[in-house]
């Protein structure tokens, strides 16, 4: 993004760059350089799967991390504590349909449909669903404060886990 | 070919079981006789069907069935399934209604079950027997202290006796709360693990693993400052318990000092809530006295009701359910249990700490998972026949994390299996 100083100024083009350079890290494992793009404040959550809209205070989430817990998740992985993550399962995520749903002067709401393949034991998953994205503007470019990943799947069958970023 | 699946040497001190148990499918094949026609099994918890005309759909031993509270406030389960063609009768995961109908021919049903409406019923003829169409009612049904389960056996000793010593241990979590106090918070996690359901009934109350396996959880609880104090024989309370009829159960400390919503603050608990929950334990101390209410708020506990049901007694009271679908594929959810009329803020922390550590995203549960898939895996290999489950054998010892609960899992399952023609001792 080339020194947007307002959420104004923030194109269609700008979102769309950011979130596929997010996807690359992410599927290449370059999970410390990806925790840069997260406000200190980040908010990851992936909503159960029969409940969509919960709220983590109140219901049951896959997900629900704080940047404290996003450090201890991505060490987890990097270092080999995850047991499927060790070897590595592959992933290669698909980021479309992005839509900037809303403005303030210096944050913004986007919204994209994503598919994650994911080959482990020489099966392959898909992990698709939406992403629903606070992205604030920052002198340092765009960060994302809060992440939801709504899974269309009505359970985690037969993928079982949820043990990579989605 | 049932009978020598089993090896249980008490003299020895050993305790073995055939791999043939968890991968051969005329076994299988068995077992859903044997073992699921003749067990109580877990369908749901009333506060999942709070008023008239609620219902849940639910699997139990593959039948497809509904739960659900009639306009006389009784809660049943029902087949899910027309009476006239057999058609699946509810589609939708749950909610409230007046009536279900059949999308085939549009016979409809009140939520009693009772038939009350069928198109052009006159070419029935006269003296059709309408109330023999009402949906057929799971055999037996028992609601035991707000959880229900289902036996397809009709001469099934009730449940409360069928609970055996697994009684004590549920009762430790239901008086956590007076009478209706418990309710089943919103969401449910729903996954599948490619394991033999009974490699689940090991794992989910076997203490051996769990700072091996769950090591990243500890060490997560480490880089936030909180201390975990030692496992077995140096954490207090510790002890793994074979409690009759295939039900087992854990119970250690070395978690639970981190701090329990039932009543204990631990390093692993914000400051504000030593107040809440210093209340919590004065309340609890006057319901069920100083003695037990220790033992509630400051152990925590894994129990097993055989074959299918889970309660995992730690920082906040989490069900566990599997639905066995095939011997290598094993159906699985869980939801959490909370206070009602909690405050938001111990309702959050609650939900915050459950989204840590168990479920399908977890830092704990994940490694679980993968487990039993590799150990399902391994034992395609014909060559190792035989697997052990001698911890503490020898040493007449049960800490939590020997393997006592697991030996009497397999003895109860190879009883049910041989039709009681192999018994084998007990409490050993």
Partial sequence: MANAKTAGEVTQHDVEQFLYEEAALLDGWKLNEWLGLLTEDIEYVVPATNLPGGSPATALYIVADDMVRLRSRTTQLLEGQVLVENPRSRTRRLVSNVRILGRTDTTLEITANFAVYRAKHEQVHVFMGRYDHELVVTDGGLKIRRRTCTLDLEALRPHSAMTFIL | ?428
């Fill in chain 2, 1 to 428: 070919m049932l009978d020598g699946l089993v090896r249980d040497d008490v003299e020895g001190g050993q305790f073995r079981v055939h791999r043939r148990v968890f991968v051969d499918q005329p076994i299988y094949d068995v077992e859903r006789d044997r073992v699921f026609n003749h067990s109580w099994l877990y369908v749901g918890h009333v506060s999942e069907v709070a008023n008239p005309g609620a219902y849940q759909i639910r699997k139990v031993a593959n039948r497809n069935v509904i739960l659900v509270r009639g306009e006389d406030r009784q809660v049943r389960v029902l087949l899910n399934q027309c009476t006239h063609r057999g058609t699946l009768l509810c589609r939708e995961q749950r909610g409230e209604t007046k009536f279900f109908r059949c999308p085939y021919h549009a016979w409809t049903f009140d939520v009693s079950g009772k038939l009350t409406a069928v198109p052009d019923e006159d070419s029935y003829g006269e003296g059709w027997d309408k109330g023999g169409f009402n949906l057929k009612e799971v055999p037996r049904t028992e609601n035991y202290r707000g959880f229900v389960f289902v036996s397809f056996d009709r001469e099934i000793a009730p449940f409360a006796d069928s609970l055996q010593g697994a009684r004590e241990y549920l009762d430790l979590v239901c008086d956590q709360q007076p009478e209706d106090g418990w309710e089943v918070l919103p969401g449910t996690h729903k996954y599948s693990i490619p394991a033999n359901w009974k490699l689940l009934v090991e794992n989910f109350v076997d203490n051996y693993h769990f700072a091996i396996l769950h090591n990243r959880y500890l060490q997560y609880m480490r880089s936030i400052g909180v201390s975990v104090g030692p496992q077995g024989a140096r954490s207090g309370i510790s002890r793994s318990a074979s409690l009759g009829n295939g039900h087992g159960a854990c119970e250690h400390q070395q978690l639970a000092s981190l701090g329990r919503l039932a009543g204990h603050w631990g390093g692993m608990l914000p400051e504000w809530t030593k107040e809440p929950l210093a209340e919590i334990r004065k309340k609890l101390e006057e319901r069920v006295g100083v003695e037990r209410a220790y033992r509630i708020a400051q152990t925590n506990r894994n129990l097993r009701i055989f074959p299918t049901f889970y309660l995992f007694d730690h920082i906040s009271p989490v069900i566990r359910v599997m639905n066995p679908v095939g011997v290598d594929c094993t159906e699985v959810q869980e939801w959490v249990l909370g206070p009602k009329g909690e405050s938001p803020e111990m309702r959050a922390l609650r939900m915050r700490n459950y989204n840590l550590q168990v479920g399908p995203g977890g830092f704990v549960s994940p490694d679980d998972i993968e487990v039993l898939a590799l150990t399902q895996e391994g034992l395609k290999n014909p060559e190792l026949e035989w697997l052990d489950d001698s911890r503490g054998m020898k040493l007449g010892r049960t800490l939590s994390n020997d393997e006592q609960q697991v030996r009497g899992l397999h003895r109860h399952w190879h009883e049910l299996m041989t039709l009681g023609r192999v018994t084998h001792p007990v409490n050993v």
